[in-house]
């Protein structure tokens, strides 16, 4: 089964998942941080230029100097699979992205491998590996 865990668990992580894809297409890097533990992990195999990052600060740093090369962009984000096992998840969740770069827009979809966890009642994003799908330019 795709969706497994109580359902006030599951919502709140696809209300994370929506906060996150509010966030980007803000450019709020204080609403997209508080998405991520402390000693969060984010993976981006597609992209060698960012590679692993470690810990929300770092993440947040970096993420912060990406978003300078996506101007206007669009971000949504939805849940295949949610997993929940206590206070932890994995979730799995597509992505489409819509930004202009150098006068070309440009479509991103890709998915998400995640590993969410509950603290104080909140769930935040652990672990997040990224991939893509398809590009559109």
């Given amino acids: 089964m795709a969706f497994n865990g109580p359902a006030e668990d599951r919502l709140a992580i696809r209300e994370l998942l929506d906060t996150y894809g509010d966030a980007v297409t803000r450019c709020d890097a204080a609403d997209w941080g508080a998405c991520w533990a402390e000693d969060a992990e984010w993976s981006m195999p597609d992209y060698p230029e960012f590679g692993t990052t470690k810990g929300k600060t770092a993440i947040v740093n970096m993420w912060v100097e990406a978003m300078k090369h996506y101007p206007g962009i669009m971000f949504e984000a939805w849940p295949g699979s949610i997993d929940i096992n206590g206070n932890e998840a994995k979730v799995r969740s ?6 202009d770069q150098e006068g070309v827009t440009k479509r991103d979809r890709g ?12 769930w935040v994003f652990k672990a997040r590996i990224f991939r893509n799908i398809h590009r559109q330019g």
Wanted: hydrophobic share 20%.
């Fill in 111 to 122: 998915v998400y491998e995640d590993t969410c966890v509950k603290i104080d009642g909140k």
């Fill in 94 to 99: 597509y992505t489409s992205e819509v930004y």
